[in-house]
């Protein structure tokens, strides 16, 4: 089976306050997004990568490479969404066995490394797999005016990454069937709502998701250092 990576970048990145979407704000010298595709492009183990934008997005031309990257412009209202859309466009292009690896654009500090460490780990697990972090901190939950009303055990709990990793017929089938979209924050839940249980594999910090303005910080002191 190929592999093949899929980004949406579809979103409007509202938590940043910024003038552009928030995969279009340059990070250590280029736009968030293209790290991402940079990192996918430099895999040997990555077939082919496409990004799935807004219909009207008026950026994405100056930020893809020449050579291995597809556009398609069938964004919708969701991440979800968009990710479905982008499915369906490739019906004819894409075959139920291939292994799709969906990536938030708003993640630059993936690796060709990480990259294969999630499908050497997932290999031909039927439920797919993603990257994640175990939880370290004492986790609380908050009761009415932050304050802490009860800890959470850590033990077992894991902080989802992307890429997540399924073949092309599961992840279409998982999305397409789910009931509450709005509880869908991640590929990985959807594929749980069928009750199947992906393969959790350890990522890195540095693979960070870019949400808050003082994420961009975090995110340069790792590029800067492509072995950390
Ligand atoms: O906003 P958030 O960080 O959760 O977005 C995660 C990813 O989903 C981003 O890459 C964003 O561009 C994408 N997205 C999308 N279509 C939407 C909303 C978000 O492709 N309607």
Redesign the pocket.
Known sequence: ARHIALI????V?ARMAANSPK?YLHIAGKPMLRHALDAFLASPLIAHTYV?VSPDDGWIDGVIPEHGVTVLRC?????M??ILNGLHALQDVLQGVDQILVH???RPGLTPALIAKLIAEVGQHPAGGLLGLPVVDTVKRAGQGNVSAATVPRDGLWLAQTPQMFSYALLRRALSEARDPAAITDDASAIEALGLSPKLVEGHPRNL?V?LPRDIQTAEMYLAHPDF
């Open positions: 949406p970048a579809a979103g990145g995969q799935v964004g919708g209202a969701t991440r969404e968009s938030d654009a708003a998701k949400t």
